[in-house]
């Protein structure tokens, strides 16, 4: 496939655990984003990586969340011990570089989490 | 810090007519970007159309245009023609030019429903 993939497509967990998300970028993009959309809100960044630089973590809401980026390309976020608030669904989008005009956000499907 | 503010949280209109969706930003920056996506129920999100702060020619891509006033900062989108296909939530979003940060900072959207 050409697009951005994430898994799982949801996943529902009980309190207290860990989970892991994974985003699967185009090939080739050096810019790789996760976001969380909770209900009745907007798109929230949480972290990027670009290229072998460090990431940019300042969106990241806690220290019960964390992303690595293996080789340039897949990424997971995990978060520790979930809570009901960390509901949301996670959206990963990756493009070719982090600016420019044309240099185009591409978005997974995204992964649905409940926390219960 | 940039915030993006969209003030109508739901939206309808009937097929084939022309509807506006309204989105005000607030930045002290002088040049960014300022886009519209669309999220269908399948949660992935698409870019509808972009506009580069510095010029002054509204963007349009087919049956959507924008009407960008930067001295009120405001950045609204026309979908003309309006199909069936059209109904999902729509985000406006804003993106610093250059800089460290290339994430987007998005509105917290307008659910469009067109009714046939």
């Known amino acids: 496939g050409a697009g951005v993939s994430q898994s799982p497509s949801n996943k529902v967990t009980e309190k207290g655990k860990d989970v892991e998300l994974r985003c699967d970028p185009i090939s080739g993009h050096t810019a790789l984003y996760w976001y969380r959309q909770s209900l009745g809100q907007g798109l929230e960044f949480l972290i990027y990586f670009q290229g072998n630089s460090a990431p940019d973590k300042s969106g990241l809401p806690s220290d019960r969340f964390s992303a690595e980026r293996t080789g340039g390309s897949v990424s997971t976020l995990t978060i520790q011990r979930t809570q009901q608030e960390d509901s949301a669904v996670y959206l990963c989008?990756?493009?070719?570089?982090?600016?420019?005009?044309?240099?185009?956000?591409?978005f997974g499907p995204g992964t649905r989490l409940t926390v219960l | 810090a940039q915030t993006v503010t969209q003030s109508q949280p739901e939206m309808s209109v009937q097929e084939a007519e022309t509807v506006t969706l309204s989105c005000t930003y607030d930045t002290s920056e002088s040049n960014y970007y300022l886009f519209w996506y669309k999220q269908p129920p399948s949660r992935q999100m698409i870019l509808v159309i972009r506009q580069e702060a510095y010029k002054q020619q509204n963007a349009t891509e087919n049956r959507f245009s924008v009407n960008f006033q930067k001295a009120a900062k405001s950045f609204s989108l026309k979908i003309s023609d309006s199909q069936l296909g059209d109904t999902a939530m729509y985000f406006c979003a804003f993106r610093n030019y250059g800089g460290s940060q290339g994430n987007l900072i998005f509105g917290k959207g307008t659910k469009l429903s067109v009714k046939p």
């Open positions: 989008a990756s493009s070719q570089s982090r600016g420019g005009f044309y240099n185009e956000q591409f």
